[in-house]
């Protein structure tokens, strides 16, 4: 492939490597819009001037890793997904959890994401349930969609057989140490339809 000699023209590569920086992390099928083959990827790579993090996914070499790269290399992996339960947990600093693989929430008919780095453990939610307390944060460049502290909270109830209902008390336990709102909870149990299971629980803390 012959790139660009125009002098006010980037070229292709450094079309992409400015892509790369843009994004925090790149997505091959986002050269697609530029008409650039994919090839300039592996070429980037060969020269060191870019990294490749996982299936697709590519960061310019040298760029400072935060501590929630994983959680952005997820939610460019999977863009309408919702980081949820135990990373979610993790984000808002309730309870010790620290997991081991990235928890996202998505629609129950999505296509289920390839193995890959980093590891994902996906919960299907229905619509009302998946699009209820999301919060929006921008990391590394990337938009993260994370469930907020009271839907995580109640989204452990609902799935306390997969997590463990003494992740659940932990988080609830630390929910209201942190003066969590209780209406909220309330209206996110509602949502989540675990209000009769929280109510004991709740009622015994508060």
Not at 8 to 24: F, Y
Not at 90 to 96: A, I
Request: some cysteine.
């Amino acid at each position: 492939m012959k790139e660009s000699t125009n002098r006010n023209t980037p070229s292709p590569a450094n079309r992409v490597l400015g892509l790369a920086r843009r994004a925090g992390i790149l997505r091959a099928r986002d050269l697609a819009p530029l008409g650039l083959p994919r090839t300039y990827l592996s070429r980037l790579v060969e020269k060191g001037l870019l990294e490749r993090i996982g299936r697709g996914l590519y960061v310019a070499a040298g760029a400072e890793a935060t501590e929630y790269h994983d959680l952005a290399a997820a939610c460019r992996r999977v863009p309408d997904g919702v980081v949820c339960l135990l990373s979610a947990l993790q984000f808002h600093g309730l309870g010790t959890q620290i997991p081991h693989e990235i928890w996202i929430a998505i629609a129950p008919s999505a296509r289920t994401p390839r193995p890959d780095a980093p590891p994902l453990r996906i919960v299907r939610m229905a619509e009302m349930a998946r699009s209820a307390g999301i919060e929006e944060h921008v990391l590394e460049g990337v938009q993260v969609r994370v469930f907020g502290p009271a839907k995580t909270v109640a989204d452990c109830f609902k799935f306390r057989h997969r997590v463990g209902l003494d992740v659940a008390l932990e988080a609830l336990q630390e929910y209201l140490r942190g003066r969590g709102d209780i209406d909220a909870l309330w209206r996110f149990a509602g949502v989540c339809r675990v209000a009769r299971v929280l109510r004991p629980y709740l009622e015994a803390l508060v």
